[in-house]
């Protein structure tokens, strides 16, 4: 788990340094692969889980004042 860990550390601070030298390209793929592995470990699960909740509760609460 502490190779993961630092895995995405180190994709987030290369998206950082790559963002401030203004190179796009490559401060989208660490951007992109400090994602992936943040979604591949458990607390990645846990936020899929709270976006999912959050999502559905917006599209409940819409249904409920769209048919009034």
Do not use: D, K
């Not at 788990?1 to 793929?29: E, H, K, Q, T």
């Amino acid at each position: 788990m502490n190779v993961v860990v630092a895995l995405i550390v180190f994709s987030a601070l290369g998206a950082v340094i790559c963002a401030r030298a203004r190179a796009a390209g490559p401060a989208l793929f660490f951007g992109v692969v400090a994602v992936a592995l943040l979604a591949a470990t458990p607390l990645g699960e846990q936020l899929r889980e709270g976006v999912e909740s959050v999502i559905e509760a917006g599209q409940q609460a819409a249904a409920e004042s769209g048919a009034r």
